[in-house]
């Protein structure tokens, strides 16, 4: 089948692994993509409002993974809010971390990485936008959406912010996903990732969803006194 679309966590493998793990063994079970596309926040605050990788291979010690520049010069193309910055990848975290999962399942791959410092409604809109015009053929993409959800409260607080929230991802409402997580003060880190994920897979006609895994940290480490959500969603197209 086609590659699903995947919400995953980015926090120490340690914590978050655990539930990373169910969304790369779905997508492990499709079809090869050709190309994964991983749109993450830009947590340092420095850079360009949304940025592609320009050229070149990120390594981790699983390998090399080649930037597809094809497909990242059409995303710049098509963008005006797209650019080609370098700078904005170089201290970010949450896209580098979803790399060896893939190169466990695929071995060698081509990817684009997208950061986001600007995630407001208007700029996930357009990133999905921009993807679903740069992207001709859905079945050879897998695209993820590196985010984790509500940061430093008690465990059973994160539950009830996350929740809510992860039901409107369900939905595939990015206006309610976002008042939601306003409203209960979900502190997402990557919400315009994923509100851009939801908007290319409703555009591709993606409509089925399902969460796969939530869990906080505290149900890993033990101290739920203060601890990080993290689901594992996938968005899928009907068969």
């Not at 699983?62 to 990848?89: C, F, N, P, T, W």
């Not at 053929?137 to 465990?155: G, Q």
């Not at 591709?204 to 480490?221: E, H, M, P, Q, V």
């Amino acid at each position: 089948g086609r590659p699903p679309i995947v919400v995953s966590p980015h926090a120490g493998y340690i914590y978050s692994g655990p539930v990373a793990a169910h969304g790369f063994l779905e997508a492990s079970r499709r079809s090869r993509p050709e190309t994964v596309v991983i749109i993450g926040p830009n947590h340092h605050g420095e850079g360009t409002e949304v940025s592609v990788y320009p050229a070149g291979a990120w390594v981790t010690p699983l390998g090399e993974a080649r930037i597809d520049l094809g497909l990242a010069k059409r995303l710049v193309e098509v963008s005006d809010l797209i650019s080609m910055d370098e700078y904005s990848h170089a201290y970010e975290h949450s896209i580098e971390v979803q790399l060896p999962f893939l190169q466990y399942i695929y071995g060698e791959l081509s990817f684009v990485p997208i950061c986001m410092l600007n995630q407001s409604i208007d700029a996930a809109l357009h990133v999905g936008e921009a993807l679903d015009k740069a992207v001709s053929d859905p079945s050879k993409v897998l695209v993820i959406a590196s985010s984790d959800f509500t940061h430093y409260e008690p465990h059973e607080e994160t539950v009830r912010r996350d929740r809510p929230v992860i039901e409107r991802i369900l939905a595939l409402d990015i206006e309610g996903f976002y008042s939601e997580m306003r409203g209960r003060g979900a502190t997402l880190c990557g919400y315009g990732a994923i509100a851009a994920a939801m908007h290319y897979a409703k555009l591709k006609g993606y409509r089925s969803t399902k969460l796969l895994k939530y869990a906080t940290s505290g149900d890993i480490s033990g101290d739920k006194s203060a601890v990080v959500g993290y689901a594992s969603i996938i968005l899928d197209a009907p068969e």
